[in-house]
């Protein structure tokens, strides 16, 4: 079995994992939300010290499989460095007094495995990542063959989410509000332009479409009931965004196995939008269960089951954080 860690921003989290299996024989997470709610996102030095209170009493309930495992396994980038120190240094830890290999994970690899929890992996997929850091396309090949096409040049597409609801004074994590007040609203009644429209570049921006959603909230001057075609409007282009550049990508691409993955894969409009586009292409849409989009520590077990497969080990001088991923 591999006990596995993830705390690389606002979730604390551990998980065992079969080795042969790949079935989940434990997971517990302990989500800070409503902590960093009332500051309308996440504190980094609160978040280490929530890690440092949360880890050590969710490995408590699982120290009755210690005799039987085989390695631990760690998000060890990218995210915030205060946090990721908190799950490193636990997991160094363990691995010193069980006597057992360390293994580091990458957190966004860990997202694309998200998609595998208790199931056998499929290859090759293109991978649409969504969540509150990145905003990625990347084409997966096997574990270690990952090429990344098309990232964010500044916000994610889950951070624009985050911001829109600080704006409207909704709280954290902004998505699933954002969600649920664009269900009334009328998504064509803000005429936001979409990012990067112009461009042939397969790339995203976030950035510009907050300023505009920024003045659209000034203008409405308190007046609350228009956030609702606001939340509409600014969920509108935020997805028409991804499908227009996609579309870019299946212009050359013929990908049979396209999945969404990351926290902000569990936006119901995001999912329709992509399904429509991907009908005349033909191409499978594949999606982790909802539970497991958004962080866990079950993702980083998955991946930590393969990377013991293939000795991945890191020596304990040599692992240490990332906050900077290098995919
Ligand atoms: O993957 P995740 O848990 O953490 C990161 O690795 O960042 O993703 C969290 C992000 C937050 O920005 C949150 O607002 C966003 O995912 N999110 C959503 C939805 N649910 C969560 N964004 C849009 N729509 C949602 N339904
Ligand atoms: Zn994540």
């Not at 030095?45 to 490995?59: N, Q, S």
């Amino acid at each position: 079995m591999i006990l596995s860690i993830e705390s690389s921003c606002d979730d604390s989290a551990i998980a065992i994992t079969e080795i042969e299996t790949s079935k989940l024989i434990f997971h517990k997470k302990i989500s800070q939300e409503l902590e960093h709610s009332v500051y309308g996102g996440v504190v980094p030095e609160l978040a280490a010290r929530l890690h440092a209170e949360a880890l050590p009493k969710i490995l408590e309930q699982c120290e009755e499989y210690f005799p039987l495992l085989k390695a631990v396994a760690v998000t060890s980038t990218p995210g915030l460095a205060v946090t990721l120190v908190e799950g490193v240094t636990m997991a160094k830890a363990i691995a010193v007094a069980l006597n057992i290999p360390i293994i580091g994970v990458n957190h966004l690899v860990g997202h694309i495995y998200s998609l595998f929890i208790e199931k056998k992996t499929t290859f090759p997929l293109t991978v649409l990542l969504v969540s509150g850091g990145h905003t990625q396309v990347m084409e997966v090949k096997s574990l270690t063959k990952i090429e990344t096409i098309a990232k964010s040049m500044d916000d994610s597409f889950g951070e624009s989410f985050d911001k829109t609801a600080k704006m409207m004074g909704l709280g954290y994590p902004g998505g699933p509000l954002i969600q649920e007040l664009a269900k009334g609203g009328d998504r064509l009644k803000h005429n936001f332009t979409v990012p990067l429209h112009q461009s042939p570049l397969i790339a995203f921006s976030y950035s510009g479409l907050k300023n505009a959603v920024r003045l659209a909230v000034q203008k409405a001057d308190g007046d609350k009931s228009q956030y609702k075609d606001i939340a509409a409007s600014f969920e509108h282009i935020a997805c028409k965004h991804l499908t227009m550049k996609l579309k870019k990508y299946f212009k050359t691409q013929r990908p049979k196995t396209f999945a969404i993955v990351g926290g902000a894969s569990a936006n119901l409009y995001l999912r329709s939008q992509i399904e429509e586009l991907l009908k005349p292409h033909k191409a499978e849409l594949i999606l982790s269960e909802l539970r497991y989009c958004s962080d866990n520590a079950a993702m980083i077990g998955r991946v930590g089951v393969e990377m013991y497969k293939e000795k991945m080990f890191s020596s304990l001088d040599e692992l240490d954080i990332a906050p900077r991923s290098l995919l």
